[in-house]
């Protein structure tokens, strides 16, 4: 589904990005880890085409096109998916109304009818129980207002309403309590499907408690260096990263 | 309380249409004064109206205090020196004989009309809708007259009222904007040709939405038009004017003035959608308007409101303005107001309390694009004997892009200490992340831009009747087309 290749990407004219290689399938679901500044977040915007991230080297191929030559809403509307780390508010844009243009949008890129009142509203009440948020948020402008976990489940909201083939989640676990961590990984597990993946990007491992990854990878200094099953995640957690720059700087030595 | 926006936001393809629609001109014979101002020329027009000797004396005053007046030079706008002289005062269509029905009228008229997209024909009419519809200097048509009759309201063309309802005329014409105001409205009161007059009598709630539709058509004209709405007591009212104009090089000069009167427990409510064509997207042309809009709340419990967008015009010079007079008087401002590429907008209200227990709302919203300046200014004046009275005031500007600019003039006046100013302004820019969060979503650059828009301004927009609300959201994505990279 997506293979990315040597990719090298910068931000504000700092290199972000050494030269990152992945490969997705579909059912697959890939968690990223790494310490914090490694360029997990910059993965992610880059993949959905954040205009503030310049690749500069290096490929990704998505459903068999090139992904980095496609504008963020087609990247969109072709099921790529980001749910934001930093959700932000539209003022005066009510949830519903901005969630009913966004379906509306991939369904006519995919040819079809756009939803008609009833069948909305059935969609909504559907996916607004799994991820547990009030129906007066949906009648409220986005995210304005919101907690830091009320934006979270809400950026799930629109993963579950949208139901792309990938999807991303830029550290959607942080800043959440034991609670709210649990429902957004019970949304995500919902969504898991034998034709859609999911890449976790994430600094702890807590979350891959409730959403077990298939595949585990350690991103740092911009590169992924260390890949693994779940059991790294949990090595991880007990060692902290230093272990691998150690174990990166003796393989140098060597 | 409607939660979620009634309408959907517009598709793709109309919002790629970067052109503007309504900058096609009429080939028709036309009546025209020659260029220039004088006495003569205000004359003509007068004689050529038919109108009895009072309202051409009332003119020739007017003209004669104009000649001792300077244009005012305060408002942030800057454009070159107008030259009266070169402007025609005078022009209509020529017509043979009264109308009697819609199939008199010129086809290419109504051709005009449609392309406009006002529903002149009656049976097209389902929501009840009635127009006056103005062309250049002459109204042409009026719709539902009848159906008004039964209520006894009365709205016809301004001339027409001239003929039909002097007495009404003369004693309201000039009693909200004096023939000795503003440089403009003095200017108007000189040389207007036609406009829209409306009465509601005692108790009436007017039985359906009033609107006119005005169009400059005529190369080289001025438009003067004059409005007078009346509302008796405990009279409704809502009118609704909606304007537009071709498409042309030169700029042309729109001075028109709006007198609402509301007696003792009446509701004025009058909302515009201001289209004149903006100029190119170097400053070329464009329609110069410079507007006197003011109401008298002159009766106790009495309520004007006024709800603008604004999206045309190359400069907006326009402050529709509340006196609240009778005690317990409400007035209400709501303005939107788009510039983008070289437009420039100075517009704003003004709320004069002197009744007690006065009460008054403005709420601006400002949108800059391009490289467009886009000013709010606003006086509010609390006088001597408003004891208890309130103003709240809201100006938010929103800025696209780094080349425009936005500014908030406020003038505050209070000489009674028992009354309450409450100002609040904002200033914030669309950012990358709210575009490409929504973008991410799907949906497409352009529809992102008019979605955060149209958030900024929801206040105001739901102020606005149905079916001008659905035309405003269409204007504001047209107007703001090509603002982001």
């Known amino acids: 589904m997506l293979t990315i290749t040597d990719l090298k990407a910068s931000v504000a004219g700092n290199d972000i990005l050494k030269g990152v290689n992945l490969s997705v399938n579909e059912g697959d679901v890939h968690a990223i880890m790494g310490p914090n500044g490694s360029g997990k977040s910059t993965l992610a915007n880059v993949l959905a085409g954040h205009p503030a991230y310049t690749v500069t080297s290096g490929t990704a191929t998505y459903k068999g096109e090139n992904l980095l030559d496609k504008e963020p809403h087609l990247r969109a509307r072709e099921g790529l998916f980001l749910a934001f780390q930093h959700p932000v508010e539209i003022p005066g844009v009510t949830n519903a109304y901005f969630l009913k243009n966004a379906l509306n949008a991939l369904r006519e890129h995919n040819g079809e009818e756009p939803v008609d009142a009833v069948e909305f509203r059935t969609i909504l009440e559907e996916n607004i129980r799994i991820v547990g948020i009030d129906n007066a948020l949906l009648k409220r402008p986005v995210n304005e207002g919101f907690s830091g976990g009320e934006k979270k489940r809400n950026e799930i909201l629109q993963l579950l309403v949208l139901n792309p083939a990938l999807a991303i989640l830029d550290e959607t676990d942080s800043g959440l309590d034991i609670d709210a961590l649990k429902i957004v990984a019970s949304g995500v597990n919902h969504f898991r499907a034998d034709d859609r993946a999911v890449v976790v990007v994430t600094h702890y491992q807590r979350l891959l408690n409730y ?6 990878h350690v991103l740092m200094d911009g590169r992924i260096v260390k890949s693994g099953d779940r059991m790294l995640a949990q090595e991880l957690e007990a060692r902290g990263y230093d272990w691998i720059r150690d174990e990166l700087s003796e393989g140098d030595a060597a | 309380m409607a939660d979620e926006p009634k309408t959907e936001t517009m598709d793709a393809e109309s919002a790629i249409q970067n052109e503007y629609r309504w ?9 025209m004064a020659p260029p220039g101002l004088n006495e003569d020329v205000i004359r003509l027009i007068s004689k050529r109206k038919n109108e009895p000797d009072w309202l051409l004396e009332w003119r020739l005053k007017a003209y004669r205090h104009w000649l001792t007046i300077k244009e005012p030079s305060w408002a942030t706008v800057h454009h070159p020196p107008i030259d009266y002289n070169s402007i025609i005062y005078y022009a209509a269509p020529r017509k043979k004989k009264l109308l009697e029905s819609l199939d008199e009228v010129d086809p290419k008229l109504l051709e005009t009309y449609e392309k406009l997209g006002i529903p002149l024909d009656e049976q097209k009419m389902l929501a009840g809708v009635a127009v006056d519809a103005v062309f250049d200097s002459v109204s042409v048509a009026t719709t539902f007259k009848d159906t008004l009759a039964k209520y006894g309201v009365i709205f016809c063309s301004f001339s027409e009222a001239v003929q039909e309802h002097p007495d009404l005329v003369r004693k309201y014409l000039g009693r909200v904007v004096p023939p000795t105001d503003n440089f403009f409205a003095v200017l108007n009161s000189a040389v207007f040709t036609d406009g829209s007059f409306c009465y509601v009598p005692k108790g009436v709630r007017c039985p359906m939405e009033l609107s006119t539709y005005f169009r400059i058509n005529a190369k080289n004209t001025g438009q003067f038009e004059r409005t007078l709405l009346i509302a008796d007591e405990g009279a409704t009212v809502s009118y609704l004017e909606g304007c537009t104009a071709p498409q042309r090089d030169e700029n042309q ?28 997207e170097n400053g070329k042309g464009g329609i110069y308007n410079f507007v006197t809009k003011r109401g008298r709340c002159d009766g106790d419990h009495s309520h004007i409101s006024w709800t603008q967008v604004e999206t045309g015009s190359a400069i907006t010079w326009k402050y529709p303005s509340c006196i609240l007079k009778g005690d317990h008087s409400v007035g209400e401002f709501y303005s939107i107001a788009v510039t983008n590429n070289y437009q420039q907008a100075d517009t704003g209200s003004k709320m004069t309390h002197l009744g007690k227990n006065t009460r008054s709302t403005i709420v601006s919203k400002g949108i800059s694009a391009g490289h ?17 009275s309130r103003n709240h005031s809201q100006c938010d500007s ?28 904002t200033t914030s820019k669309v950012n990358d992340d709210q575009l490409f969060f929504l973008q991410q979503r799907g949906i497409n650059p352009e529809d992102a831009v008019s979605m955060i828009v149209n958030g900024f301004c929801r206040e105001v927009l739901m102020e606005l009747p149905m079916e001008f609300a659905v035309e405003a959201r269409k204007l504001l994505a047209i107007s703001l087309e090509g603002s982001i990279g």
């Open chain 2, 23 to 31: 900058g096609f001109s009429t080939d028709i014979e036309q009546d």
């Open chain 2, 398 to 425: 929103l800025l696209l892009g780094d080349q425009a600019a936005a500014h908030t003039f406020p003038y505050i006046d209070v000489q009674n200490p028992d009354t309450t100013v409450e100002h609040e302004a």
């Open chain 2, 372 to 388: 467009s300046a886009n000013s709010y200014r606003g006086l509010v004046r609390m006088g001597p004997a408003c004891n208890s």
């Open chain 2, 253 to 280: 000069l729109h001075a028109a003035v709006v007198e609402l009167f509301a007696h003792e427990k009446a509701t004025i409510k009058y909302s515009t959608v201001q289209n004149w064509y903006p100029g190119d």
């Open chain 1, 211 to 216: 959403i077990e990854p298939d595949f585990v």
